[in-house]
């Protein structure tokens, strides 16, 4: 199992940037693809951006292609979201996940880090 944990979401206002770490343990971190969700209140869950084990390969979502980008540093078993350009509809509880490839399914979801846009 592995265990991850969310944190540098905040309160920002429209145009500006954060950026989200999710920090992981419990197994060999290089070994799993790593991914960022989103939950907006009332809203299902939704993929925002994945990264595969290497860090060679990246996806987005259509909404966010161009303004986040995905990184991971397999030496600090992190993983981290940078988001620009953010916009009030940006604003959700940001979750990462692992899985055992860049499409598989994700598991050991963290506990999640709120990110608020103000417009």
């Known amino acids: 199992q592995v265990q991850l944990v969310e944190s540098g979401g905040g309160l920002v206002q429209a145009g500006g940037s954060l950026r989200l770490s999710c920090a992981a343990s419990?197994?060999?971190?290089?070994?799993?693809?790593m991914g960022w969700f989103r939950q907006a209140p009332g809203k299902e869950r939704e993929f925002v951006a994945a990264?595969?084990?290497?860090?060679?390969?990246?996806y987005y979502a259509n909404s966010v292609k161009g303004r986040f980008t995905i990184s991971r540093d397999n030496t600090k078993n992190t993983v981290y979201l940078q988001m620009n350009s953010l916009k009030p509809e940006d604003t959700a509880v940001y979750y990462c996940?692992?899985?055992?490839?860049?499409?598989?399914?994700?598991?050991?979801w963290g506990q999640g880090t709120q990110v608020t846009v103000s417009s």
């Open positions: 990264i595969s084990r290497s860090g060679t390969t990246t």
């Open positions: 996940a692992h899985a055992d490839s860049i499409g598989g399914q994700y598991n050991d």
């Open positions: 419990g197994r060999t971190f290089s070994s799993y693809a």
